[in-house]
């Protein structure tokens, strides 16, 4: 009996062992099927939903260019490294290689792997050489990645800094024509599905959601031969003069199109390391300045289109300077009388205060108006100074002597090259563009064209005789104006610190360009528009009329002019 329940309990649990092990392995195999049939497609989905990633194609911003296609701005494909941090072990030895690839600081790197542990993406170097790049990812340390993006590169760095400006590391206009135009310039990023490993690392292009679109190009109206040109010259006499800075701007006469736009002193967009707020501005349009004498050819404008005066008027200047209370208008020396012509060439105060005073503030000024002082010039460029405009109720009669000479008001260089566009293409105001434009605009006449003549020859006089006989380009004809004003200060008028302007055009029969120099504070004892911005003006054109294929006027005895004389500088 004993050995029968003995028996019977052995059987019991064997049975049960036999059993249960039956039954593990039919789940075991229910599970197989179930794993590989019944929810095959919901295991694959979970399995893509850990390897397959929606990515950022980044698109190219558009590329600007001078007016003949040479680029002023492109943008070159670079890497950017990344990490995970929840996938680098920040202890890592192999940390010790990256950092000193990368250029950083071994135990801050490790102290941000640990810091943001709990996140999966931190930049660690962005937009660096594609080299540079592939080594690190030699490495092999796990977490550490890399992707392309763009960066921004300025071919003629600080020639063209101030009008082309310049970007962010992202890619946004900071500056200059980037920051205008950054909507047009800007491109639309795309995306696309990828399959990954479990490194992270891209094995598959699966499917692509958007494509990406690439910024629009600008062509801009500026020859970069003539920038160069203008750059190197201008740069010169800012050293020659020991000057504070300088602005130059050069205007097709017959379109309004900027040719070339340059200050000193400049910056290189390709490297911000040493770079300073006061060099970003471009001066030629941010920054105003009273234009002085330069505006005399204006104010005489304004008398010949009364039909008070003809050009051989005559003027009586004695005895060489006019009161008005405590303040007194002087000439350099006492000229007596002489013509209207004269008063040009010479830069006789006296003689346009006079003129001033027969016509009265309004006239001068409405003239002054509708050659686009006072108001913006309409070029899109950002950060533009409109200047001042005086138009009191009642003029007295200091203020219409000082306006005809161009103080007690504020203009840029454009504003002033705008002015001398007019008088030199027979009085159309063209509207101004810094972008290159197909048909001719259509302008606004402003000036008879009998009165834009008549002053263009007495520019002609002023280069030729006068004060600006140093502006003298070459061998072609040239006419305009010099200046010299004094800079103003927190304090007012700064008496030993002057600005020395020239604005002129050339050929003087025919103009093709108008250009305007402006120097500020010179300090090597010359300081006269006459001796310091003339000269800049005569290199400038001679060279800028030969590269745009203007045939020479003048034989080889013609070309030089003597200096002039002392008192008689502008």
Known sequence: MGRRLIAGLKAWRYGTVLGVFLAVVSVLAWRLVDLHVVDQEFLRQQGDVRTIRVEKIDAHRGVITDRHGESLAVSTPVQTVWANPSQVDADDPRLTAVARQLGLREGQLRARLRKYAGREFIYLRRKIQPELARQVMDVGAPGIYSRQEYRRYYPAGEVTSHVVGFTNIDESGQEGMELAYNEWLSGERGKKRVLKDNRGRTIKDLTLIRDARPGKSLSLSIDLRLQYLAYRELK????????????????????????AMVNQGAYNPNDRSQLSADRLRNKAITDLFEPGSTMKPISMAAALESGRFKASSTIDTSPGFRRFGRFTIRDHRNYGVINLTDVIAKSSNVGISKIATDLGGDVIRDLYARLGFGQPTGIGFPGEAVGVLPAPPKWRPVEEATLSYGYGMSVNALQLAQAYMVLANGGIRYPLSLL?????????????????????????????????????????SAGGKTGTVHLVGKDGYEDSQYKAIFAGMAPIDHPRIVTVVAVDAPQSGEYYGGEVAAPVFSRVMGDALRLLNVKPELELGQAGKPEPASGERG
């Not at 003069?241 to 006469?253: E, F, I």
Request: proline share 3%; net charge neutral.
């Open 236 to 259: 010169a006499v800012v050293g020659a003069h020991n000057a504070r800075g300088g602005t130059l701007v050069m205007l097709d006469v017959d379109s309004g199109e900027v040719l």
């Open 436 to 476: 290159k434009i197909g048909d001719k605009p259509v302008g606004q006449r402003v000036l008879s064209e009998q009165v834009a003549f008549e002053i263009r020859q007495m520019l002609r006089e002023v280069v030729e005789r006068g004060t600006g006989t140093r502006a003298q380009p070459g061998f072609y």
